[in-house]
């Protein structure tokens, strides 16, 4: 949140400070008007009269009004309440809207779910740091049953770490056990010494297990185990991110200085190395394993949650962000929608996607990837409730539909808002190949004041390709529907126009970045060394009335 505020405060005095030294023809218009361009004037009057009403000369196509969804001129006149011009309340709604998706998308970047595939792997190094560590691969997270968690936690479970205990004695290769430890077992089968096998001695794995919320590890454990969690729940008291959204982590390891840095998994301060917290009940079904043990340390700074919202105030088209736009308001309650759905509380999820389906039609493919995200995700039908939780999926279609109503009640039509696209802005839909190069020649071919806008739309739109493809790479099948549907129906219009806008909802592309940045902070200082001077020369466009994307 302190970042949100800090990049307003910076994108506030460059508006009024820097921007005055560049030539402008009359007088400056005050701070709101600079920050009411465009569709924001239009929010500000659905806000005071509706769609049905206006003062003379504004609503001279009340056909086009329809492509505005009602969500974000309700708050704006929900907060003209209290700040009598409109104006205004437009920007304070973004910037409380700015603050709480920023809060929301730090805690997505560092919930465990995000962590792309390629990242699960460990990479090398046989230190005790990456022996004490739980090994994240595709088995583990995928859901491997509480036993086999279990024996992770006893013995560093199989493979890499050695062998699991059977209930019969017996190990995975149908050796028997008895008389040796699990890690010992584990060891000869590998074939590493018994030293890098032992079993656990200083407890360094125990004290960073949080009790599970189901109960499914304690009910598997064998007596010493049962004893090290017992001991381990008596003596929680900061806590790892979970679903009651407090701080869940060791007491005993609190005070304790908690560095990465090792070869192998991820490190407590969001670098290559051990993981710090293990477990927390954060709702994955029993996958509890902190991202980067960033939670509970202080160091969330340097964890990807913090770098994913550096990488969204920066973005070039960040200015519609502090502007009396939707954007903000639609990140607000898409991205906590997300977290919600990742922690399987879909009765909150769900709400929150309501609410943004009726601040843009981007709610749609919300809802659609949330679908998805049920279907193959841990926490949806895989979870403790199963198929329980599908009936609430259809909670954003709802208010989709109601607005669709309250369009066909006063015009006719169901269909007004996407009609509403082809009158205002010859929206309509052709193969994606005639939409491609309608917008090449309108970016290098023809000299226009759009010009440069229509060269940041094809970038847009080939940053969005790039990360469809990587999505689906990962296996972040929720994520790519989501971002996919949204570009798919952008590049099959008349011409590409807000792509580059649409980027700012594409929270995947945020939580990329921000996993990005840990792993290699040089890639990311390149994106910050090119974001941050396209986005002030936007901002400047912007508040001077020429449109940035």
């Not at 030539?23 to 005071?48: C, I, K, S, T």
């Not at 609190?254 to 192998?264: A, Q, T």
């Not at 919300?366 to 979870?383: H, P, S």
């Not at 219009?493 to 792509?499: F, K």
Request: aromatic share 12%; charged share 15%.
């Amino acid at each position: 949140m302190g970042l949100w505020f800090l990049a307003a405060l910076g994108v506030a005095w460059f508006s009024i400070v820097v921007i005055r030294v560049v030539p402008h023809e009359g007088v400056w218009p005050d701070y709101l008007a600079r920050w009411n361009q465009w569709d924001a004037d239009r929010f500000r009057w659905l806000a005071m009269y509706g769609y049905d009403g206006g003062p003379p000369g504004v609503y001279t196509r009340p056909e086009e009004w329809p492509a505005f969804f009602p969500g974000y001129p309700m708050a704006v006149r929900f907060v003209g309440f209290v700040f009598t011009d409109y104006r205004a309340a437009g920007l304070v709604v973004s910037l409380i809207s700015g603050a709480i998706a920023a809060v929301a998308l730090a805690r997505l970047g560092d919930h465990p779910s995000t962590l792309p595939r390629t990242y699960r792997r460990l990479t090398g190094g046989d230190t005790l740091d990456r022996l004490t560590a739980p090994h994240i691969d595709d088995d583990l997270t995928g859901g491997r049953s509480s036993h086999r968690r279990l024996a992770d936690v006893e013995g560093y479970g199989s493979g890499a770490f050695g062998s699991l205990r059977s209930d019969d004695g017996r190990s995975d290769d149908g050796r028997p056990t008895a008389g040796r430890s699990t890690a010992q077992a584990g060891a000869e089968q590998s074939g590493r010494p018994a030293a890098l096998g032992t079993s656990d001695p200083s407890g360094r794995l125990a004290e960073r297990a949080a009790p599970d919320a189901s109960g499914r590890l304690a009910e598997h454990a064998s007596p010493e185990a049962q004893g090290r969690l017992e001991k381990l729940t008596a003596g929680t008291s900061g806590r790892f991110a979970g679903d009651d959204g407090e701080d869940q982590g060791s007491s005993e390891a609190s005070g304790r200085e908690r560095r990465g840095g090792s070869r192998g998994g991820w490190g407590a301060s969001g670098s290559p190395g051990r993981f710090g917290d293990g477990f927390g009940r954060n709702g994955l079904g029993g996958n509890e394993f902190a991202v980067a043990g960033v939670a509970g340390t202080g160091e969330r700074w340097r964890g990807p949650g913090f770098f994913a919202v550096l990488a969204l105030v920066v973005s070039p088209c960040a200015v519609f962000l502090f502007a009396a736009y939707s954007e903000a308001l639609f990140l607000a309650l898409a991205v906590p929608a997300w977290l919600l759905a990742k922690k399987g509380r879909w009765e909150l999820a769900v709400l929150c996607a309501a609410g943004a389906s009726i601040v843009r039609i981007t709610g749609l493919f919300l809802a659609i990837a949330l679908i998805v995200e049920f279907l193959v995700g841990e926490n949806g039908r895989k979870g403790p409730n199963g198929w329980r939780n599908a009936p609430y999926l259809i909670t954003p279609f709802l208010s989709i539909s109601a607005y669709m109503a309250y369009q066909w009640h006063r015009t006719g039509d169901w269909l007004a808002w996407m009609h509403a696209q082809k009158t205002g802005w010859n929206r309509s839909i052709v193969p994606p190949w005639k939409s491609f190069q309608t917008t090449w020649d309108a970016a290098f071919n023809i000299e226009s004041e759009w010009t440069n806008a229509f060269r940041v739309e094809i970038f847009a739109a080939g940053v969005g390709v790039v990360l469809v493809a990587w999505l689906l790479y990962q296996a972040q099948w929720g994520e790519a529907v989501y971002v996919g549907s949204q570009l798919g129906a952008l590049m099959v219009s008349e011409y590409y126009l807000s792509i580059g806008r649409a980027t700012l909802v594409w929270f995947p592309l945020w939580l990329t970045l921000g996993h990005l940045a840990v792993r290699h902070r040089w890639l990311y200082g390149l994106y910050l060394a090119l974001a941050v001077p396209v986005m002030a020369a936007f901002v400047l466009s912007f508040t001077q009335g020429q449109w940035s994307g």
